[in-house]
């Protein structure tokens, strides 16, 4: 979850995806800690007293989101990390590069590994800074280097095994940097960026396909298609000549340069990232009123300071990773969310979780009463 567009690890992925599995993260990562500004200034009790606060926020956001979800009921309630930006940086720089190496032995990337490593790099550091949180399903907890505030699960214990890693992390200098600019209570804004977080977690942790189908997607994704020059060129003069909508940004962008196969895994990803996302939101709102005394003006704060001006640099980056489309794609998934959920009920909305052939498709997330014919 980010101060622009409440998403940590599917759409920025994706942008990344469409470039190719030959990416020299290592060199990603360096270059990305090298370019992300520094965090709000803190004293060391400030700054040991916001990790111990979000450490344990972690795990008392965990029984809400499972008695209002239905979901993860009597699984190991691992401990989150807590992390400055440049360890985020690391952090997602080996996710990235467990999660489009499938596990398969790394070549070396080579010159245009380099290059890729050097643009990936500016990504990242630009996202070090506007992400508050994030549940990775790719980076296994044993492996994570502990810290204070880290704590890896044991492997051997329910809910966390080699075979189902993840780890729930929370950037600790933009959450208090956030919570600052809103003018907010910290404790309660922290609780509040855990119960969305925590969802993700649950989501993840009580069905653990979800992990497999993002890696069967991202595969078709990162797949070399075999077309020719020509082949590419005449497929993006068609669709320009025949004047069909496309969505803005990095979205659009697919539309035109991806093939048919990894344009329909594009898109099943979209779906996927609108659905947690919109479920996240609303867990969210339904746990906060009970959990977090002044949720009603954080999450007005919040949205007024999402939606508000940015200066062009902004708008340009926005534009180029397709923050707001993104951003719409998330709103209408907790539209989706909100309706199914008040017409049948928690546990018959769960019937979502099955199975890819459950998720709902990109005509019934605006129209849920079709998702709720087709699956219920």
């Not at 999660?99 to 290059?115: H, K, N």
Request: contains cysteine.
């Amino acid at each position: 979850m980010s101060i622009d567009d409440e998403t940590a690890n599917t759409l920025e992925s994706a942008a990344l995806e469409s470039v190719g599995a030959k990416i020299d993260w290592g060199l990603a990562a360096t270059v990305g800690k090298k370019l992300s500004r520094p965090g709000p200034k803190m004293t060391d009790y400030t700054r040991m007293a916001a990790r111990t606060e979000l450490a344990d926020a972690a795990v008392r956001a965990e029984g809400p989101v499972r008695e209002v979800t239905g979901l993860a009921d009597g699984l190991a309630v691992p401990a989150a990390r807590v992390l400055e930006r440049d360890e985020w940086i690391d952090a997602s720089g080996e996710s990235m590069r467990a999660m489009l190496s499938g596990g398969a032995t790394e070549e070396s990337p080579g010159l245009s590994g380099r290059i890729g490593g050097l643009q990936a790099s500016g990504l990242l550091a630009f996202l070090s800074t506007a992400i508050l949180g994030q549940y990775d399903p790719f980076s296994p907890p044993a492996d994570s280097p502990a810290g204070p505030g880290s704590a890896a699960p044991d492997p051997a214990a329910p809910g966390s095994s080699v075979t189902d890693p993840g780890v729930l992390m929370l950037v600790l200098p933009n959450i208090v940097g956030v919570e600052r600019a809103l003018r907010v209570v910290p404790s309660d804004f922290r609780l509040w960026v855990c119960l969305h977080e925590v969802t993700h977690r649950v989501q993840f942790s009580a069905n653990p396909w979800l992990r497999q189908y993002m890696l069967d997607n991202i595969e078709v994704l990162t797949s070399d298609a075999g077309e020719s020059v020509s082949d590419v060129a005449a497929r993006l003069t068609g669709a320009l000549r025949g004047g069909k909508p496309r969505e803005k940004g990095i979205i659009g962008a697919m539309q035109l340069l991806q093939t048919p196969e990894q344009y329909d895994a594009f898109n099943r990803m979209l779906m996927l990232g609108t659905l947690l996302e919109g479920h996240a939101d609303h867990v969210m709102d339904a746990v906060g009123p009970a959990q977090v005394p002044t949720v009603a003006s954080i999450r007005e704060a919040f949205d007024r300071r999402r939606t508000g001006p940015r200066n062009p640099v902004q708008r340009i980056i926005r534009a180029l990773i397709g923050m707001d489309a993104k951003l719409a794609q998330y709103i209408r998934g907790k539209a989706f969310v909100d309706e199914v959920v008040a017409t049948v009920g928690m546990a018959r909305f769960n019937t979502i979780w099955t199975s890819p052939e459950t998720m709902p498709r990109p005509d019934e997330i605006d129209e849920p009463a079709r998702w709720i014919a087709r699956v219920l």
